[in-house]
């Protein structure tokens, strides 16, 4: 088989910093045969000032247009010219054999899609993370996506992939075509909807571990799914009710889907409100007896000398002694050596 070609694309909008470490980590792959595409829809200039430093990076530059994922990653399919056509996000950075791995997959000519592990926390806790990703879609239109960055397992075909680290061959999409731009705002279930468009029209998709990137998001880390604001929740809402009713139609068992995972995060925010409403009472609580705690201790002369305790350096002493006794020459070697001499 001859050696595939592969368009790397990065979609970026105003994070130039992370962008620059995004694409060195690319341009580091030693596979020869890639190039890389950068789709910027940046407010400013900044991103298109790193790019030009890039000359072999391909640059296309989207202008006011906002929450536009599925049009951005399109813009880049027009511009690419590889067989396999990989899409990273720009704060996801490709760990060493990243790309390896993906041409390695694609040389199974029923693979139309790859996705890899996304790493979430630093070494070695992700490391900790083990057994086989849950990645599946339910007749009812649940979409099921669980531990992404499990490590120890080897290939497994599912049915989508993370879209921060996934990849198609060209031929699939252009039997299947591109990314829906009815997926707005968050953008949520853009690539969930190509990966089901990939399973119905017969081609498979695989999960590898190898295939990893390392993606810090900010909103995950900062913002948990319930405290974002508003608006992203309806996106999310939006978003997956639209890929049930278009793919399993509008029929009791989609509803009733749609509505169970309704009740589970229903579930999970009346359970935050609860953990937040005591750990407000309990700090509360904290700062009255704390309040107890530093009178008594105004008060008391033998509470205030307790607090400052005199540190027993007996055993830093006998450290000292046991290193200089070993370290130091024996009198009886000096007399020694002083009469040799």
Request: charged share 20%.
């Amino acid at each position: 088989m001859k050696d595939l070609f592969v368009s790397i694309i990065i979609i970026t909008r105003n994070r130039p910093f992370l962008l620059r470490h995004c694409i060195e980590r690319v341009l580091s792959q030693p596979y020869p045969h890639k190039e890389i595409i950068v789709v910027d829809s940046s407010s400013n200039d900044e991103s298109e000032q790193v790019v030009a430093k890039y000359p072999a990076v391909i640059s296309v530059r989207l202008r006011g247009q906002h929450n536009n994922m599925p049009q951005a990653r399109n813009a880049g399919l027009g511009a690419s010219s590889g067989d396999i056509l990989a899409f990273v996000d720009d704060d996801a950075m490709v760990q060493p054999g990243w790309l390896a791995a993906l041409v390695k997959t694609y040389q199974d000519e029923t693979i139309g899609a790859v996705g890899g592990r996304v790493i979430e926390m630093p070494e070695p806790y992700c490391d900790e993370i083990r057994g086989s990703p849950a990645m599946f879609i339910k007749p009812s239109g649940r979409v099921i996506l669980k531990d992404r960055g499990a490590s120890g397992m080897g290939d497994l075909e599912v049915d989508h992939i993370p879209g921060c680290n996934m990849s198609f061959r060209r031929e699939v999409l252009e039997q299947v075509g591109g990314f829906d731009p009815n997926y707005t705002l968050t953008n949520s279930r853009e690539e969930t909807d190509l990966c089901i468009r990939v399973k119905k029209a017969g081609w498979r998709i695989m999960f590898v571990p190898t295939m990893a990137v390392v993606h810090f998001s900010f909103r995950a880390i900062y913002k948990p799914y319930f405290l974002q604001r508003p608006l992203c929740q309806f996106s999310t809402g939006r978003n997956s009710m639209y890929l049930a009713i278009k793919h399993f139609g509008l029929k009791p068992r989609t509803l009733a889907g749609q509505l169970i995972d309704t009740g589970k995060s229903f579930g999970r925010a009346v359970y935050l409100t609860l953990l937040f409403t005591t750990g407000l009472v309990a700090h509360m609580a904290g700062r009255i007896v704390g309040l107890g705690v530093g009178i008594l201790w105004l008060m008391s002369s033998r509470r205030r000398a307790v607090s400052n305790p005199k540190v027993n350096w007996s055993c830093q002493a006998a450290r000292d002694l046991v290193f200089t006794s070993v370290t130091a020459p024996s009198n009886s070697l000096i007399e020694d050596k002083e009469g040799r001499i």
